[in-house]
């Protein structure tokens, strides 16, 4: 190895370590939110600059291994950095600090700063560490811890502010992603019972011994666990769930990152351990063509942007299992190519969303009007990446799907053109998904929405309510939620306009019903005008005097993923080159099992 | 090689046991299921290192007689994390508890609206569905929602005045006691 790749190896450990470090200094700094602020986006800043290094010495001279602590290969801890892993460290760091911008603007964190619900810049840190940690990891053990770091912190993330709806979220999260963790280390130990190593090149290796069967069973219990992880068709239904009711950055993040990595591992698997198992490849085919359908239909259906955005979500997951499991350099690369594309429009999509909850005081389309002239900006910032979700040309959403499409026609079978179809027909639900956002939502005019919304908000709230007239009769436990719990952040409003958001259901405010009181989540009609009152935290004080200004911090993060989407677009030409390479690096697997054996015999000689 | 039925016996007992609690409605149910499941996993990777053997210590026994000290290693990091999702998962059920009153998984919102649409077989139902996650703040603790409505409505600064704000509720929070 040459001294310039071997300095480069050590660097490679920064994007796990400094995050995990910040975690600590921003814990420490709980009481200084300035200086945890600045310490989180300097962290992450840095990783991102790591992460573009590693992605051009990776592309330029190959994989590049580093031994932890120097143990030799079998025995210790190996990271791995190759193309596909450089270029999503680099994709979902990128998308990390935007999002994290966007939360310092939003200020969800901590409705107000003395008060410590400062958690939440070291829990999103350690979620950075575990992704990183997950992308470079070597072997198959650390990619299990890896993947419980980062759950551990999106448990917490998720949770955050333990208010009903998230607490309900929270539990079926926390417990599909334990089970499938426990599924993960069923397979680990599988693995170890089968070939006696856990180095994922080793592995590789040594799996061609093991009986068909055997393997097969292996592969099919580690496929269960990644496909919980990344949310595939049958193994989908806690997604769209337990997202929706997060905070706009958290499910940002999320959306953008945590699936994408158990589709990184499906890539790895499938590519590095398992490459020719055909019975795989036709049942992931299966399942990605049901995983587009279902995840489009459901999408199509639903009437909370929220939502939508999750069922999209799901249903372009199967667009990557589709490369996958075609198993040619092509589909591979489309694949790749599809998750650096879909990992920054789907954050873009969901921080849009926060800010458009801001503006209309409401996420169901069915309450949301006339925004495009309330907000010109937020209109764009909207309609760009949701085209491109939907794969109108020249974006980079059309540049993937085109690859996948190409790559299914080459494959020529009859399995792959019906998959061919099922993406072309998903293409165009999502687009209808997304068109119906954006013709309700922002074309409608505002006083078209429907005026049955002026009475309905107080209703449907009730049956949450009767627990609370409980509560009220033992006034000790209501005592002890209230001190041994910390209150939900509700998302701070001062900032802007003085308003307090998040009081939909108190009394005082229905006393007020009068569309002059700011009221969360309801645009309403003020009783007796025609005229619609839009009651968004953003928006003006007294509901009729609106002021047009988006937040300028979460505007412009949110922005910079708009562009960072259309760059995507851009340099999709050496993006796709990339994408092509790191396909090619993985099908032929030597690459990667080469530079992971070099390193021990450099140890050897060197000891 | 001889496979060690017992142990092997004993986590298919252990899955069956947990993969029928953790299908219970019950939380505390569901809790005990993921620790017998975690457990069961546990033996697994203890059984995949082979047959039990001398302690792994260099100079106590020959290499050959020596148990695997890996898949040891492995599963003291996977107890570690059971311990903490499990505290996570105890945290989650007491503030269901708190909130609920019951200890059951409850109700899905959109499982209630969907099923409200039908029964008017309409296309939309009106119930806005809850996805900002603040609706019941209020309900946790009203006095003190109340109180910030009237000093936080009227004043235009915002910021300027968030110190006094959180005083006054961490106040209200001591009376309560």
Redesign the interface.
């Known amino acids: 190895m040459n001294p310039g790749s071997s300095l480069l190896a050590t660097i490679i450990p920064l994007p796990v370590l400094l995050p995990l470090l910040g975690a600590g200094l921003t814990l420490v700094l709980a009481r200084r939110p300035t200086l945890q602020r600045a310490v989180s986006v300097t962290v992450l800043s840095a990783v991102v600059v790591i992460a573009a290094l590693l992605l051009v010495a990776a592309v330029q001279s190959g994989p590049i291994v580093i031994t932890v602590g120097s143990w030799p290969v079998p025995l210790g801890i190996t990271l791995v950095v190759d193309p596909l892993s450089a270029l999503m460290l680099l994709t979902s760091m990128s998308v990390t600090l935007a999002v994290l911008v966007y939360a310092i603007g939003q200020g969800v964190y901590d409705r107000d700063e003395t008060t410590p619900i400062t958690i939440f810049h070291p829990t999103y840190l350690v979620l950075a560490a575990g992704v990183a940690n997950a992308f470079l990891s070597g072997d198959l053990f650390n990619l299990y811890v890896g993947f419980e770091v980062l759950l551990m912190a999106s448990y917490v993330l998720l949770t955050l502010g333990g208010s009903r709806s998230r607490v309900r979220a929270g539990v079926t999260y926390v417990v599909v992603n334990v089970v499938s963790s426990l599924i993960f280390l069923v397979g680990i130990a599988l693995v170890y019972a089968a070939v006696g190593t856990l180095n994922l090149a080793q592995i590789s290796v040594r799996m061609g011994d093991v009986s068909p069967g055997t393997a097969l069973t292996i592969h099919l219990v580690l496929l269960t666990a990644f496909g919980i992880k990344a949310a595939v068709f049958p193994l989908s239904a806690w997604l769209p769930d337990s997202y929706p009711t997060a905070a706009a950055p958290v499910t940002a993040v999320f959306a953008g990152l945590l699936t994408k990595v158990g589709v990184y591992s499906i890539i790895r698997m499938e590519t590095l351990v398992f490459p020719d198992s055909e019975a795989t490849q036709t049942i992931l085919l299966v399942a990605a063509g049901l995983t587009m359908l279902v995840g489009a239909l459901g999408a199509v259906a639903q009437a909370d942007i929220k939502r939508v955005l999750s069922f999209t979500l799901v249903s372009h997951i199967g667009y990557m299992i589709f490369g996958i499991a075609l198993a040619s350099p092509l589909g591979v690369a489309g694949a790749v190519f599809y998750v650096v594309h879909h990992i920054t429009v789907q954050a873009t999509l969901f921080c849009v969303v926060g800010l458009i909850e801001g503006v209309g005081g409401s996420t169901s389309v069915t309450r949301l009007g006339g925004l495009a002239k309330a907000s010109p900006l937020l209109a764009i910032l909207w309609f760009v990446p949701a085209i491109n979700l939907g794969g109108i040309p020249p974006l980079s959403g059309f540049v993937g799907k085109l690859g996948l499409l190409q790559a299914g026609v080459a494959d020529g079978s009859t399995l792959a053109w019906v998959l061919v179809v099922v993406a072309v027909l998903t293409s165009l639900l999502t687009l209808y998904a997304v068109t119906k956002v954006w013709v309700l939502a922002f074309w409608r005019p505002a006083d078209q929405i429907p005026v049955a919304e002026v009475d309905e908000p107080e209703e449907p709230e009730d049956p949450d309510e009767e627990p609370l007239d409980e509560d009220t009769s033992h006034p000790d436990d209501v005592g002890d939620s209230r001190i041994g719990l910390p209150r939900a952040p509700t998302p701070r409003s001062g900032v802007l306009t003085g308003v307090r958001p998040g009081t939909a259901q108190t009394l005082a405010d229905r006393e007020a019903n009068t569309g002059a009181e700011v009221d969360w989540p309801v645009a309403r009609l003020a009783p007796g005008d025609s005229s619609p009152v839009f009651t968004g935290r953003f928006l003006g004080v007294a509901g009729n005097r609106v002021s047009r200004s988006l937040p300028r911090v979460m505007a412009g993060a949110t922005a910079a993923l708009v562009t960072l989407g259309l760059a995507l677009t851009v340099v999709a030409g050496p993006l796709y080159a990339v994408a092509d390479q790191a396909a090619a690096d993985l099908v032929a697997r030597t690459p990667y099992v080469q530079a992971v054996f070099a390193q021990t015999v450099d140890d050897r000689v060197g000891r | 090689m001889t496979s060690p039925i017992v142990l092997l016996a004993l986590v298919g007992v252990l899955y069956t046991t947990g993969v029928y609690l953790?299908l219970e409605r019950s939380?505390t149910r569901?809790l005990l299921g993921?620790l017998v499941?975690?457990n069961a996993?546990n033996v697994?990777?203890v059984?995949?290192?082979g047959p039990a053997g001398e302690a792994p210590l260099v100079g106590r026994a020959p290499e050959s007689a020596m148990s695997d000290a890996?898949?040891q290693a492995?599963v003291l990091?996977?107890i570690v994390?059971t311990l903490?999702?499990t505290s996570?998962?105890l945290a989650?059920?007491h503030?269901?508890w708190?909130?609920?009153?019951e200890d059951d998984?409850?109700e899905?919102?959109?499982d209630?609206s969907l099923r409200r649409r039908l029964a008017r077989g309409e296309q939309?139902?009106?119930?806005?569905?809850?996805?900002?996650?603040?609706?019941?703040?209020?309900?946790?603790?009203?006095d003190?929602?109340?109180e910030?409505?009237?000093e936080?409505?009227p004043?235009?600064?915002?910021?300027g005045?968030?110190?006094p704000?959180?005083?006054t509720?961490?106040a209200s929070?001591e009376d309560?006691?």
Do not use: Y
């Not at chain 2, 939309?124 to 009203?142: F, K, R, S």
């Open positions: 953790i939380l569901v993921v499941l975690g996993t697994l990777v059984v995949a290192g890996l898949v492995l990091t996977a994390i903490g999702v996570f998962l989650l059920i503030r269901t708190t909130l609920e009153r998984l409850t899905d919102v959109e209630r939309e139902d009106e119930e806005e569905l809850d996805t900002t996650g603040c609706e019941n703040v209020a309900d946790t603790d009203p003190d929602d109340d910030r409505s009237t936080a409505g004043d235009p600064a915002g910021d005045r968030r110190a704000a959180a005083s509720t961490g929070g309560a006691r």
